[in-house]
């Protein structure tokens, strides 16, 4: 029995059903919690759950090879949606929820305010991303070198 009443056979059964159940087998199972942050991130609603629990090779040695793979197939949906003028306006309106949608990772505010200072654009980002020049917001801060030459 878990400390909450549950046995890890009802944990398992009831994956379908809720994103908390999903974040107690990662914490039970001592997966990093940068994973777990991610895969709450990545479960935004109940089509993403159905999305991810299709997705989930069953395996919980290889989870986070597979929640890095189910942000790959989002962003790759994404980039096939979204156009660099409908990202520039969206990144003009919520900066945060732009990059959040365009990278598929969760964007602290700290990050947004260190890009607005910068004057990296929304057209560099949008192109930056769409070229796999740029994989993860923090890069767009880290990467100042290969802007400059870019």
């Known amino acids: 029995m878990l400390g909450n009443g549950k046995t890890y056979e009802s944990m398992l059964n009831d994956l379908g059903n809720s994103k908390e159940t999903w974040l107690e087998l990662l914490e039970y199972n001592k997966v990093h919690s940068i994973w777990k942050q991610k895969l709450d991130f990545l479960l935004q609603n109940e089509a993403d759950l159905r999305e991810w629990n299709a997705f989930w090779s069953g395996n919980i040695d290889t989870i986070p090879a ?10 790759k949906h994404v980039q096939s949606k979204i156009s660099c003028s409908e990202f520039e306006l969206l990144y ?9 949608a365009l990278f598929i990772e969760a964007v602290p505010a700290w990050m947004v305010e260190l890009l607005e200072a910068s004057g990296i654009t929304g ?28």
């Open 66 to 75: 597979d929640i890095s793979d189910f942000r790959q197939k989002k962003m």
């Open 92 to 100: 003009c309106n919520s900066k945060k929820l732009a990059l959040e």
């Open 123 to 150: 057209e560099w980002i949008y192109h930056a991303r769409m070229n796999d020049t740029v994989e993860h917001v923090w890069n767009l801060i880290s990467g100042e070198k290969t802007r400059k030459t870019a």
